[in-house]
């Protein structure tokens, strides 16, 4: 049997972070994916300037545009533009993303295995051992970056751990004619608890509904997502409808497990009042790969490090579920809030910077009592 120092399952931007570092220790890492790359996930593919920062190497070569300003529309077809003079994100097209990602952790000497179903995974007090019907493999740590149906964290935790919510998003690329203006667009028109999307992608555009609750589940479908589409390009060429659960919760959860990590979607780190998930991925992924590395140094439980270096992620996260919760419930309020020239400049930087959106959105809640009681 194959034995590493650590093994990371599912090679999306969480494991590729949490290998990546791992490997640049000069660890033994195995990355194992049910997927061959490269291959599609239902994502808009943007990234955030915070996530940009956080990654180890530049993803120049697979983004597709630049975007300094965002267009936020409210249910009653209200348009604000909310600009900034440095980039905001960058759009990329996942397959490309991921692929580009795997690659540069490969370069840096992990392995990669496609692998079949997981029937099994057995925990000692010094290795990991994952089971599929043909192989097993060994290693002293594992992380489960398998993505929002993570199996380590079912086969763990079972399907549905009472700190684990998801939210669901449907995406399509939409082409339309050349030279047609493109922008970033997040529409609360749409859906109740999420928003509707545009984001342009060059030589098409990615147009989604996305909600960020269980509740607005039903509200997101393909016929509601065509019709949004009409209703916002006319007749355009729609292909390749996706979607995706997302997977929230990391700030309520708590592991007293030395080997095994969940990272990424697995481990509910993508935010609840953005969506974006790709910073909570890698963020938690490099955590990961921090406390794998310092335990095998001999240092303190890779465990606590994991608590302590997530830390803040799972402050902001918490400060994000209940700007949510406030945000997507008082929608006509949030979005006068959120458009108001005091706010407009804060929201842009911190969507951007990741300064403590959560943070931001109980702020603009206190001002918004104010604001609806004066008005
Ligand atoms: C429609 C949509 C749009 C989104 N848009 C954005 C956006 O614009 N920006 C943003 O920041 N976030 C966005 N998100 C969220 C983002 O896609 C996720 O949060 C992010 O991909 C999580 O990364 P991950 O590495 O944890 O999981 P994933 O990216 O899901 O990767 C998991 C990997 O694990 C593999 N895997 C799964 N199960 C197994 C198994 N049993 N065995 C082996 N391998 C397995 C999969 O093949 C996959 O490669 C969007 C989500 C959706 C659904």
Not at 208 to 227: C, F, S
Not at 298 to 303: D, K, L, M, P
Not at 348 to 373: D, E, H, M, P, Q
């Amino acid at each position: 049997m194959e034995r590493w120092d650590a093994i990371i399952v599912g090679a999306g931007p969480a494991g590729c972070a949490a290998a990546y570092d791992l490997a640049a220790a000069g660890r033994a890492v195995l990355l194992v994916d049910k997927a061959e790359f490269p291959r599609h996930k239902a994502c808009a593919g943007g990234l955030t300037r915070k996530s940009l920062r956080a990654l180890r190497y530049s993803v120049a070569p697979v983004v597709r545009e630049t975007v300094s300003s965002i267009v936020v529309e409210s249910r009653a077809g209200e348009i604000a533009t909310l600009a900034s003079r440095r980039s905001v994100c960058v759009m990329t097209v996942r397959q490309e993303l991921d692929d580009y990602c795997l690659k540069q952790t490969l370069a840096k000497g992990a392995q990669f295995a496609r692998i079949g179903p997981i029937t099994g995974i057995e925990v000692t007090s010094d290795s990991v051992t994952i089971k599929t019907a043909e192989r097993r493999f060994q290693g002293r740590f594992l992380v489960g970056a398998d993505g929002v149906h993570s199996r380590v964290r079912q086969l763990l935790d079972g399907e549905s751990p009472h700190w684990f919510r998801r939210g669901f998003a449907l995406e399509a690329k939409v082409y339309r004619q050349e030279g047609a203006e493109s922008k970033l667009v997040f529409d609360f028109g749409p859906v109740q608890q999420g928003y509707g999307w545009v984001f342009p992608k060059h030589d098409h555009l990615n147009v989604g509904l996305g909600v960020y609750n269980d509740a607005g589940r039903e509200k997101v479908d393909r016929p509601r997502l065509l019709a949004y589409i009409r209703d916002r390009f006319g007749e355009a060429r729609v292909e390749h409808v996706t979607g995706q659960f997302l997977g929230f919760g990391a700030e309520r959860a708590q592991s007293e497990r030395a080997r095994v990590f969940l990272a990424g979607d697995a481990g509910g780190f993508a935010d609840a009042l953005t969506g974006e998930g790709i910073y909570g991925a890698i963020a938690s992924g490099q955590a990961a790969g921090a406390a794998i590395e310092g335990a095998l140094r001999g240092r303190e439980g890779a465990q606590q490090a994991f608590a302590k270096l997530t830390t803040q992620l799972r402050q902001d996260l918490a400060l994000s579920a209940s700007g949510a919760r406030w945000f997507y419930g008082n929608l006509d309020l949030g979005y006068r809030a959120l458009t108001t020239p005091v706010f407009r400049a804060a929201v842009i930087n911190a969507y951007a910077n990741g300064t403590k959106i959560g943070a931001l959105a109980n702020a603009i809640r206190r001002f918004a009592k104010v604001f609806a009681t004066s008005a």
